[in-house]
């Protein structure tokens, strides 16, 4: 089963690279070219996972390396409350919805939970998506802490383990200091936050619809180090994560025509900001060569509309 799984994944990548024209080859390798200067650069320790999801074609550095998530563990907590809506809409019992309510109490808030600390306890009621929607708009951590209680952490990892993402972990709650100093952390690698996504994207998480009201919220507008460069307007499904010395981000941007997956995380920092420049700089170079592809013909030539030359 191991070479079956091997061949498969080597045949994915020479189809990705046989999909590519001559030229196109050449922007990747300007692509790569850049991912190496600021890896070179950067006083810290840096994973990119990237791919088109048109031609799926790739391009990786420490890939299989186990970084911390901070917050971008967020999306697996959220991946997994959205099966298991799916789940309920199927008639299993016991499963969370997206409509649940909670009623906010005092008792489940902690640091860095903008939305939440301003509610009124035992007064103010929310819905699950509610919930998810704070978790992405401002990584609100005491969110994130009912949903983990109510979809359940084993849960979330036996999602993950049904994806094949054995190295990315849901081990603590947000803020759990105990935990982490315990070396409980909350991991994942480049390679597998991009197959998370990949597998979100493509409705391997949950069908159509759901999916698509999942990107939505993941799309919430926010502070993105992947979005901050990149045009007004265009949608980037991407949580980041923060901690001391790291700094993540993981996304989809929704190029028209041309949607890729982005990964990058950085730890061991010297500087965190030199970590949130070096996901910005990378963003908007991916940008720069997928948004071309999604305009140009097979030669390279971008046809506008209102392009009259001959």
Request: aromatic letters at 4%.
């Amino acid at each position: 089963m191991l070479l079956v799984a091997l061949l498969a994944v080597s045949l994915q990548a020479q189809t990705g690279q046989a999909s590519l024209s001559t030229k196109q080859k050449v922007l990747w390798q300007r692509l790569e070219s850049t991912i190496d200067r600021v890896d070179q650069e950067l006083d810290g320790v840096m994973g990119v996972a990237i791919e088109d999801l048109n031609s799926g074609q790739k391009a990786f550095r420490r890939e299989d390396e186990v970084f911390p998530q901070a917050s971008t563990i967020k999306v697996a907590v959220l991946a997994e409350l959205y099966h298991q809506n799916q789940q309920s809409l199927q008639g299993v019992p016991g499963k969370a919805k997206l409509t649940d309510t909670y009623t906010v109490q005092a008792s489940d808030l902690v640091a860095d939970s903008d939305i939440m600390g301003g509610l009124t306890p035992g007064v103010s009621r929310v819905t699950n998506r509610d919930l998810a929607t704070m978790v992405v708009a401002v990584s609100d951590n005491s969110a994130t802490n009912v949903l983990i209680d109510r979809v359940g952490m084993d849960n979330v990892n036996a999602l993950l383990d049904n994806l094949g993402l054995t190295h990315t972990r849901l081990r603590r709650k947000m803020m759990d200091i105990k935990a982490a100093g315990e070396g409980r952390e909350n991991v994942s690698t480049p390679r597998e936050m991009l197959s998370l996504l990949e597998q979100i994207y493509g409705g391997k998480v949950v069908h159509k619809e759901l999916t698509g009201d999942l990107i939505k919220v993941l799309s919430t507008h926010k502070e993105s180090w992947i979005a901050r460069d990149l045009p007004e307007g265009l949608r980037v499904a991407d949580k980041t994560g923060e901690l001391e010395g790291v700094r993540n981000d993981c996304g989809i941007v929704l190029v028209s025509n041309r949607p890729y997956i982005l990964c990058v995380m950085t730890t061991y920092l010297s500087k965190e900001r030199d970590g949130e420049e070096a996901i910005t700089r990378l963003s908007t170079t991916a940008y720069s060569m997928f948004d071309r592809m999604a305009r140009t013909s097979e030669y390279g030539r971008v046809v506008s509309p209102k392009d009259s030359s001959h």
